[in-house]
């Protein structure tokens, strides 16, 4: 009897457990579904032959912006290597050819985004720079080779303590600079994604 007792506080145990163990998970997925709207934005484009500033993500008159990750990959009609600038700026930049970027939310029930993604064919005016965030020497394989032509990608807040980028209001932005090498023929990707709160 005793014997069927302790099987019978075993299994209420378990079920208790299981039961706990099936609302954490739900819970799990209630605060990732939760999280802050995210949104990406990717385009490929031919620059100018001189190229300056290349891409722009500028800032919301709304929301608070967090860049998580830029990535950048480009081509040119002979091989060869370039160094791709990320800069912030307290002004966007001006003139130029710019062409507006279309913005994915990574979850379709999110607000409409309010940061603008645009690129550029002409090179623009630059900004006032707040300064360089970062900078990679990017290979330029030529279009036709079997050279992969890897993305190199700046990440920021993954994991870890430190801060995104942060972007606040409208005149605020970072920006892809290519400190006007010449570059024929040059074809390039650009991948970027953030968050607005």
Partial sequence: MKHFRALGFIAALL?????HAQTAVVQSVENVANKVQTF????????AATPTVIWELTGSATRTVYVK???ITCTQTTAGVANAQLIKYSTAATGGTPVAITETPL?????ANTAVARHFTANPTAGTPVGSVAIQHIGLP????VVISLPSTMLYGAGDPSQYIVLRGVAQNIAIHMAGATLTGSICSV??????K
């Fill in 69 to 71: 990750s830029v990535g």
């Fill in 191 to 196: 991948t970027s994604v953030w968050m607005e």
């Fill in 142 to 145: 030529a279009p036709a080779s």
């Fill in 107 to 111: 979850d379709s029930s999110n607000a």
């Fill in 15 to 19: 079920v208790a457990y299981a039961t």
């Fill in 40 to 47: 990406a934005a990717t385009s490929t484009f031919t620059l």
